[in-house]
Nanobody, 124 residues
């Protein structure tokens, strides 16, 4: 069983930066794919970014490409999301998720494990 705990959310102004972390326990992530998703009020959960632990291959949603960076810390079994140039439309609850395998999955249903989420609010 994998447990995921997100941290790092908060209230910031447009143009500011935040770094989210997702600490994993229960398994080493060497054969996992880790993703970040977000969900704004009244909207469906949407894909943000994904990383394959083994080879660091990444993929981003168009809406965050060039502003967000996903990375992993092998020693701490943690995946991070560096968010720069934040916009009000980035406001959402951010979730990390994990799945085994090779595919850089981009839909929520493809993931087996989820964290509890962390709120990110960007004011204009």
């Amino acid at each position: 069983q994998v447990q995921l705990v997100e941290s790092g959310g908060g209230l910031v102004q447009a143009g500011d930066s935040l770094r989210l972390s997702c600490a994993g326990s229960g398994r080493a992530f060497s054969s996992y794919v880790l993703g970040w998703f977000r969900q704004a009020p009244g909207k469906e959960r949407e894909f943000v970014a994904v990383i394959r632990w083994s080879d660091l291959r990444t993929y981003y949603a168009d809406s965050v490409k060039g502003r967000f960076t996903i990375s992993r810390d092998n020693a701490e079994n943690t995946v991070r999301l560096q968010m720069n140039s934040l916009k009000p439309e980035d406001t959402a609850v951010y979730y990390c998720a994990a799945r085994t395998g090779w595919v850089l999955a981009r839909t929520p249903k493809e993931y087996d494990y989820w964290g509890q989420g962390t709120q990110v609010t960007v004011s204009s």
